[in-house]
């Protein structure tokens, strides 16, 4: 797709919604053709348009490998997003795309062990970088994924992970919410404490979105483990505006967060100014 294709607005049908936690849908989009819009890589964001509402940015979050469709998690936080929430199956809407630097699926984390760490809606652009790589899985080594959340109940694709992700081969799971209730018999306590108890070797690459509260202290319980810098990786992408480097608006330093990123590595981050 060269660079002109990713202003063109393109129409697509809604042809699933799934109602992953009280404030967060999945959105299942294909063109009007019934095939998927465009090919995207792992990290990579698409603006979504409601005609007379407005448009906003959202991670993609089914993985490349899926030829038929484009998915995208959506929490209700704002006018588009709330719309949005009160479409049914059918509904038109417009698309374009795709957007940003993605992770580096096929260069740095070939053939390596990752860690990735997520907390709430933070999972929404790892799941395509995490089913990717389940799809892909020749193609590297060990999987670690610690998840929380603030309750059970707000725990995006939680079906997907005991049914599928729980069942893949050197790929393990691990889950968490903030404080105890009833009907949770798994761990309790906040992600970045749980990541330092799972213990992940520090020669893992590890993979963080969430909360800014969260990546502050999983980094620093990170580099206390002894991981570096240069491994880690997490995205900006909630600084995304217009996508394309025009607005300013995500600009940090001499970045631009839609063109240079939304994927960083923690060394370059290290080298902007602290505005994000």
Known sequence: MNNLDCLIPIVAVVTDIRRDTPDVKTFRVVGLDGKKPFIHKPGQC????????????????????????????????????????SIEVGQQITLRGPYGRPFPVDTVFAKKDLLFVAGGIGLAPL??????????????????????ARTAEDLVDYEEIEKEWKNVKDFDVYLTIDREQPDWTGHVGFVPNYVKEVGVPNTYTAVLCGPPIMIKFT???????????????????????????KCGRCNVGDKYVCKDGPVFCMTELDELPDEY
């Open 219 to 245: 980094l620093a319980g990170l580099l206390e483990l002894g991981f570096k810098k240069e491994n880690i990786y997490t995205t900006l992408e909630l600084r995304m505006k217009c996508g394309i480097g």
């Open 46 to 85: 698409a603006m979504l348009s409601i005609p007379g509402v407005g448009e906003a940015l959202f991670s993609i979050t089914s993985s490349p490998t899926n030829e038929k469709y484009l998915e995208f998690s959506i929490k209700k936080c704002g006018c588009v997003t709330e719309v949005l929430h």
């Open 127 to 148: 799941r395509s970088v995490i089913n990717y790589i389940r799809d892909k899985r020749e193609n590297y080594g060990k999987v670690a994924v610690v998840y929380g």
